[in-house]
């Protein structure tokens, strides 16, 4: 099958799995798989970032690349690193010329058959979210073309993943945009109370507000829902300047 | 093939380094379905609370109508959890939106469908799209627009995930609008006139409604101090 079409099948088969509510390690095992065939390198790896930071190994094509990659983790050195904290994409990487560069990964690399390798960031507004490895061991370089259909891949996956993390805390995070919109409407009309009772501008009403819940360690929104429900005298309010006459 | 719908429209979402704000997200779908303009309404408990973006100025007005009158489409398809769809509004949306069609129609909308947004079971508002001519959608978009709204749903619950605890996303505060400005009138209202923010909110309704003019755009003039409500006689009653 031609990569062009291989590419798009793979994307779709991405996409079916989201559909079908998979697993994401499944989606990633897909894609790891795929990159090997559609970008014709040796072996593909996906690296996903814990919720602490850390980097973990998440798809591999196969056990010797699973091994290889595992093993830049354990010694905290390698593309899919660099590429992780550089927020940029690691070409070309020669192994052989690369003992001063990765002077523990690269000789293990080698020893495994590979010779070139790269690492493509998962991008999500200007976070990196975790990286695909793509290791060669001693076809053609990657073609820009290549490099191009590779990090299409890495951003489907990315939004793929978003889409299906948020999905999955979807009743979570709707409580919250819930509970933070409901603040905000009470703090807002706590502004306009303030602001009618003192003469105040929005933003100094907002100000006197916050100096009160500072100053009695009381939370702002508690602060606004006494403002709202007339439990808390407007007076108690000192403006920041002297109210203009209205 | 599901898979490729979804894909065609994954692949219109940017990562990198600006990603995906309120205001592309609405292009986005008034690209993907080729309408005229695309709006997203948030709405919670039967009521609207704000609008996610508007691609342009007539998709804003029809969500501007929305929340002010309370009808249209995306406040049906909401309360519905069904696709609303209106491809002749001139000549059949009278009998529908009574209020909300000879404004929509003045402003230059000729078809409007509403979709509501979902995550699994649960409805967080409605996706608005217009279009400057009559017609309806075909099956296609129809169905694109299906996935569109569960994508758009999810990338806007995806915009509130690295919020703070108890405060909005900082995409959603910085590119949508909830309408606070009513909320600070119906504050400095509430103290005018001696009563509850709730009386204070629908006395702005009722000025709005009885002035014609958008429930927002009031509320600006209250927090400028161009209007004071207490100078206005009740409706029905003479100065």
Known sequence: MPKEALLVRTLVELADSLVDDFDVVELLSLLADRCVDVLGVAAAGVMLAAPEGDLRVVASSSEAMRVVELFELQSDEGPCLDCYRGREAVLNGDLAAADRRWPRFAPVALDAGFRTVYALPMRLRGAVIGAINLFGAGEDPLTAKDVTAGQALADVATIAILQQRVASESRVLIDQLNTALTSRVVIEQAKGVLAERGGLSMESAFEAMRHYARDGNLRLADVARGVVDRTLAAEAFSAPRPPRPS | ?239
């Not at chain 2, 699994?120 to 017609?135: E, Q, V």
């Not at chain 2, 994508?151 to 405060?167: E, K, S, W, Y």
């Open chain 2, 1 to 239: 093939m599901a898979g490729a719908r979804l894909l065609r429209i994954l692949a219109r979402l940017e990562t990198g380094a600006a990603g995906l704000g309120p205001a592309r997200l609405c292009e986005v779908c008034a690209e993907v379905m080729a309408m005229t303009g695309a709006g997203i309404m948030l709405m919670s408990g039967e009521v609207a609370r704000g609008s996610i973006c508007s691609s342009n100025k007539v998709s804003a007005l029809i969500e501007d109508l929305q929340y002010t009158l309370g009808e249209g489409p995306c406040v049906d398809a909401y309360r519905q959890d069904e696709p609303v769809l209106e491809p002749d509004l001139a000549d059949r949306g009278g009998r529908r939106w009574a209020a909300f069609t000879p404004r929509a129609v003045e402003a230059g909308a000729q078809a409007v469908f509403g979709f509501p947004l979902r995550v699994g079971a649960a409805r967080i508002g409605a996706l608005n799209l217009y279009r400057d001519h009559p017609g309806s959608l075909d099956n296609d978009q129809h169905a694109d627009a299906l996935v569109l709204a569960g994508v758009a749903a999810r990338a806007v619950l995806g915009m509130q995930a690295d919020a703070p605890p108890g405060m909005l996303g900082a995409e959603l505060e910085a590119g949508s609008d909830f309408r606070f400005v009513v909320q600070q009138a119906s504050g400095m209202v509430s103290a005018q006139l001696d009563v509850s923010v709730g009386e204070a909110l629908i006395r702005l309704r009722a000025y709005a409604f009885a002035h014609d003019r958008p429930l927002a755009a009031v509320a600006h003039d209250v927090v400028a101090r161009r209007l004071r409500l207490s100078d206005d006689p009740a409706p029905g009653q003479e100065r």
